[in-house]
C-alpha cells in the first residue's frame, strides 16, 4: 500500500493563498458553505460569496442544494477553474458502485465534469465494509482524473486507522465539528501525522444550535474572551474565530447567507491574533460535542435517499 503523506503548507495569510494537499493539490483555506441554505437561497448565496471573493464552495448530496450550488456559480461569471467545488456522498449511495453512481449525480447536478473534492459524509461505523467500499470508488474517481482530491468527514482517530489498513490513498481532507468549545485535539493530531488537512465545520459554533444534539447549549459568538479579543481588534467574535482556525493551518467552511455577514466572514485576512490570544482561544474547549456523535448514530437510519439528478 502506498501512503501519501506529505504535510499540507499552513499559512494561508490571503483569501487566495490557499492550502496545499498532501496530493498537492491546491484548496483555498476559506470556504462558503451551505450546510441547512434553502435551495431557494442557496443560489444568491453563492453569487454573493464568489462576488465577495470567496473561490471555494462547500456543500454535499445530502444536504439537497447541489444544483443550486451549480446555479450560483454559473451566474458569477467565473470560469471553472477558478472555483474549488468541495461535495460529499451521503451514506445511503455507500458501496463500490453505487459511490461510482453518486459522483455522476453530484456532478450532473453541479453541473461540472470534475470535482475538485469528494468526501464521504459519515464513517458509518455500524456498516464499514460499505464505508471502504465507497472509499475505495473515490480512489478510483481519483485514478480516472473525475476528482481532483478525495477525503472524508467525521472520522475519528480510530476511523483513520481502519481506513488506512484497509484502502491506498491517504484522504486529502477531514470534515469534522470544530470551534472554540469543541477542538476535538486527538482528531486533529491524528490528521497531522497523516498529512490530512482538518477542515471545521461549524467554525463559529453554530453547531451549538444543532435540531436534536446537545444540552445546555451556549453561544460561542457571545464568549467573553472571544469578545474582549474581538473588541482589541476591531473585529467581531466569528472573524476572530475564523482568524483562529486560519492562523492554526484549518480549512474553514462558515455558512451565511445574509450578505453582510457573507462579506464579514472573509474580511478576516488584515489582522493577526497573538500566540497569547491564540492560546486563550484553545483554552476555552470544553470537550462537549454539539452535533451528533458518528460513534453512536447510525446514519443509515435517517431515512435519507439522494434523488436522481
Not at 476559506?30 to 448565496?45: C, M
Not at 483554552?283 to 443509515?300: C, E, K, T, Y
Request: charged content about 20%.
Amino acid at each position: 500500500m502506498t501512503f501519501l503523506t506529505e504535510g499540507p503548507m499552513n499559512n494561508p495569510m490571503t483569501p487566495n493563498n490557499p492550502l496545499t494537499l498532501n496530493n498537492c493539490v491546491r484548496m483555498p483555506a476559506l470556504g462558503f458553505g451551505v450546510f441547512q441554505s434553502a435551495p431557494e437561497e442557496t443560489a444568491v448565496a453563492v453569487e454573493t460569496a464568489l462576488t465577495a471573493g470567496y473561490r471555494h464552495i462547500d456543500t454535499a448530496a445530502g444536504y439537497g442544494n447541489e444544483r443550486e450550488v451549480g446555479e450560483g456559480i454559473r451566474r458569477s461569471g467565473l470560469d471553472r477553474d477558478e472555483v474549488f467545488i468541495e461535495t460529499k456522498v451521503w451514506v445511503s449511495d455507500y458501496g463500490y458502485d453505487q459511490t461510482l453512481h453518486a459522483f455522476e449525480k453530484s456532478a450532473t447536478k453541479l453541473g461540472v465534469t470534475q470535482i475538485d473534492l469528494l468526501i464521504l459524509h459519515q464513517p458509518m461505523p455500524q456498516h464499514f465494509e460499505r464505508t471502504l467500499s465507497a472509499y475505495r470508488a473515490l480512489e478510483q474517481l481519483l485514478a480516472d482524473g473525475k476528482v481532483r482530491s478525495i477525503g472524508v468527514s467525521n472520522f475519528m482517530p480510530h476511523h483513520l486507522t481502519a481506513l488506512r489498513e484497509q484502502t491506498h490513498v491517504v484522504p486529502a481532507v477531514n470534515q469534522v465539528e470544530l470551534h472554540p468549545y469543541f477542538t476535538q485535539p486527538a482528531v486533529q493530531r491524528a490528521n497531522t501525522e497523516l498529512g490530512i488537512v482538518t477542515q471545521a465545520w461549524s467554525p463559529i459554533g453554530g453547531i451549538t444550535f444543532y435540531p436534536g444534539w446537545g444540552e445546555n447549549r451556549a453561544s460561542v459568538l457571545d464568549d467573553t474572551t472571544i469578545g474582549r479579543i474581538a473588541e482589541a481588534h476591531a473585529k467581531t467574535p466569528a472573524q476572530v474565530m475564523l482568524r483562529w482556525h486560519l492562523q492554526q493551518g484549518r480549512s474553514v467552511i462558515p455558512k451565511s447567507t445574509n450578505a453582510q455577514r457573507i462579506a464579514q466572514n472573509i474580511d478576516v485576512f488584515d489582522f493577526t491574533l497573538s500566540d497569547a490570544e491564540l492560546d486563550a482561544i484553545d483554552a476555552l474547549d470544553r470537550g462537549v460535542r454539539g452535533g451528533p456523535d458518528p460513534d453512536d448514530v447510525d446514519p443509515s437510519t435517517w431515512d435519507l435517499e439522494i434523488p436522481e439528478p
